[in-house]
């Protein structure tokens, strides 16, 4: 089992930046592609970017991509992402996941039903 922890959100302004972080428990965070997630208010929970479990291979929605970046670190048991040029839209609660599966290319890890373990969220809010 992994429980995830996110930590880094905030206000911001629109065209600056934040990191989130997402720390995880126990000692197979590396058997787990981790992904990022958010949740405006009263929309549905939305892909925003995925890694893979060693070889660090990522995918991006369109609407992050070329701003977000997300990373990994396994000695450290702990996932990023790397926010910039933030515009008010991207304002949600961001949460990580973990997903089990193996075998499976990064671009096929966009739907929130395939990960198993979730973090609590974290708020991100970008005034305009």
């Known amino acids: 089992q992994v429980q995830l922890v996110e930590s880094g959100g905030g206000l911001v302004q629109a065209g600056g930046s934040l990191r989130l972080s997402c720390a995880a428990s126990?000692?197979?965070?590396?058997?787990?592609?981790m992904g990022w997630f958010r949740q405006a208010p009263g929309k549905e929970r939305e892909f925003v970017a995925v890694i893979s479990r060693r070889d660090s291979s990522t995918f991006y929605a369109d609407s992050v991509k070329g701003r977000f970046t997300i990373s990994r670190d396994n000695a450290k048991n702990t996932v990023y992402l790397q926010m910039n040029s933030l515009k008010p839209e991207d304002t949600a609660v961001y949460y990580c996941a973990a997903d089990p599966r193996r075998g499976i290319a990064t671009m096929y890890r966009v739907s929130p039903r395939e990960y198993e373990y979730w973090g609590q969220g974290t708020q991100v809010t970008v005034s305009s």
């Open positions: 126990g000692r197979t965070f590396s058997s787990y592609a």
